[in-house]
Every structure is written in structure tokens, then in C-alpha cells.
């Protein structure tokens, strides 16, 4: 027990000797070692302890900071900036260096701001990202779909049709159902023309297809001036012809719709003209008296 003691004893000496608001400095004049006091955060040391005074401190100035009690000649520069994508969190102060964060959007990694990835045609978000991780994505599951690239929406319940309503189109990962009555089909208005945008939204053309079926109808129609641009990658291609064959659709004249079938034939598109065909008969198929395969010319 005294053995015991002594030890006890002894660790509290030593503690005491290097308590961490001291510290060890050799008086020049005396030769002697004291133990000064360290100057607090937000402080430095302006003149050292003697063996009549102690340690004298002074507040860091402007941009400058300690974070920890010391014995800094000066205080320490506050050397981070919140440039680019970043933001100010915590702005610099006597006793701390400035923070910085990512802006919203952006999530950080090894110092540098990422932008959240925004999830494409078919996938929701299922964890927004934050400043410290990136969105998390999912792929749209049955009776669900995301028809955006998004890094804050997911996936949407496909839409019911109801009071008398068909299934123009039925619902996909990436697009909704389309809704809609026989007549207002039949019309040959703007619900056509709707449907038929939809309709090539949802099917994947070969990209060199496209480019065929603009070059031969709607380059040479005058509806649609803007060129391909050949600049843009393949990837990006695709869904520039898709919105520029989309856009004709909504304009073409009414003669140019009925022989559609027919112009997707002579593009090799026989598939596309199948697909149309067939889909109008589903929907027709759903009511009694509804002819919608007339509209067009499937000779």
C-alpha cells in the first residue's frame, strides 16, 4: 500500500511538471529553467516570464488566430480562403482559422467541391447528397419513373387514369403514363401530336437512323432551321435529334403526319412503324368504337 502510494505521488508530480498551460523556458539572465504560463487561445506570447514576473500575453490581430493555449512569438496567419465553389462557415477570429464549406449543390472531398450528381432518366434520389457526401441514386422501381435528370427529386408514382380516360401510352422508369380520351386522339389535334412526341421519348433509335430521318424530312421541311451540331459528343447527340424530331412533330402538317409510317420505312425505321401500329391498336382495343388506326397511312 505505501509502495502504492508513492507511485500515486509521483504521477501527480509529474502531471503537475507538464501540466499543458506550462511550459519549460530557461531564463538568459539567471541561467535558471521556470515554468511559465502559456498564453491563452486567441493570445500570444509578447514577453516571456522572469522570476519575479510571469508570462505576458497580447490579443492576435486582425486575421491572425491561436486555436490552442501557447507560447507563439506571434499569432498564426488565418490562411484559408473560401474561393470557387466554396462558402464561408465559420469566418476567421482571434481564435480560430476560417472554415469553409462546399456551396449548396457541392459536396467536399480531400478539399475539393464536387457537384452532387444529378440522377439521370429512370433514377431517383434516394439520399440527397450534403456538404459532406454525394446524392445516392436508385433505379425507379414498377409504377415508378423519374423523367428528368435530377440531384433532388425521386422517383414519382405513375399516373391512374381515371373518369373514362385510356392508357395512351403505358408508364416506363422514365416516363409516365400518358392519359388521355379516344376522341380527343382521333381529333388529329395537339393530343396526336402529343402522343407521337411521347411515343419517340420513349423508344431508343439508333443514332445514324435519326440522323437519316432528319436529314430526309425535317432538315428539308423548313420547320426546323437548327443544324446537327457534329461538335457534340455521341452521347449528347441522341437526345438533340430526339428533341429536334420531337419539336417537329408538334408543327409538321397534317399530310406529313398521316404518311409517318411510311417516312419511318424509307429510314429504315420499319420497327418504329410497327411499334406505332400496334400500340394504336391497344388503345383501341380499350374501347368499343375507338379507330385510331385510320390517322395514318400503314400501307
Known amino acids: ?80 480562403f473560401c474561393t470557387g465553389d466554396k462558402e464561408v462557415e465559420t469566418e476567421c477570429g482571434p481564435r ?28 431517383g434520389v434516394l439520399t440527397r447528397g450534403t456538404s459532406q457526401n454525394d446524392t445516392v441514386c436508385q433505379m425507379c422501381s414498377d409504377g415508378f419513373f423519374s423523367a428528368s435528370s435530377s440531384a433532388m427529386e425521386s422517383c414519382a408514382k405513375h399516373k391512374e387514369c381515371v373518369n373514362g380516360q385510356l392508357v395512351l401510352l403505358n408508364g416506363s422508369a422514365a416516363h409516365d403514363t400518358m392519359c388521355g380520351l379516344c376522341e380527343d386522339v382521333a381529333n388529329g389535334g395537339e393530343r396526336l401530336r402529343t402522343f407521337l412526341s411521347r411515343f419517340f421519348g420513349m423508344h431508343r433509335i439508333r443514332l445514324g437512323k435519326m440522323i437519316r430521318f432528319f436529314n430526309r424530312y425535317i432538315a428539308k421541311s423548313g420547320l426546323e432551321s437548327r443544324p446537327i451540331h457534329f461538335s457534340l459528343t455521341q452521347h449528347q447527340r441522341r437526345p438533340h435529334l430526339l428533341h429536334l424530331i420531337r419539336k417537329w412533330l408538334q408543327k409538321a402538317p397534317k399530310k406529313e403526319l398521316e404518311i409517318l409510317p411510311r417516312m419511318l420505312r424509307a429510314c429504315r425505321l420499319t420497327s418504329m412503324a410497327e411499334k406505332l401500329y400496334k400500340r394504336l391498336k391497344v388503345i383501341e382495343g380499350q374501347q368499343p368504337n375507338c379507330t385510331l388506326t385510320h390517322l395514318f397511312s400503314f400501307d
Open 1 to 80: 500500500r505505501t509502495i502504492l502510494y508513492v507511485l500515486c505521488c509521483f504521477c501527480l508530480r509529474l502531471l503537475a511538471s507538464e501540466s499543458p498551460l506550462t511550459f519549460e523556458y530557461r531564463d538568459p539572465s539567471t541561467g535558471k529553467t521556470l515554468a511559465c504560463n502559456k498564453c491563452p487561445p486567441g493570445t500570444y506570447l509578447s514577453a516571456h516570464c522572469t522570476a519575479a514576473t510571469q508570462t505576458q500575453c497580447a490579443p492576435c490581430r486582425g486575421g491572425h488566430f491561436t486555436e490552442l493555449w501557447n507560447y507563439l512569438p506571434k499569432c498564426l496567419y488565418c490562411n484559408k
Open 96 to 123: 480560430n482559422n476560417r472554415v469553409c464549406r462546399c456551396k449548396e449543390g457541392y459536396y467536399m472531398t480531400e478539399d475539393y467541391c464536387n457537384k452532387h450528381t444529378e440522377c439521370a432518366h429512370g433514377y
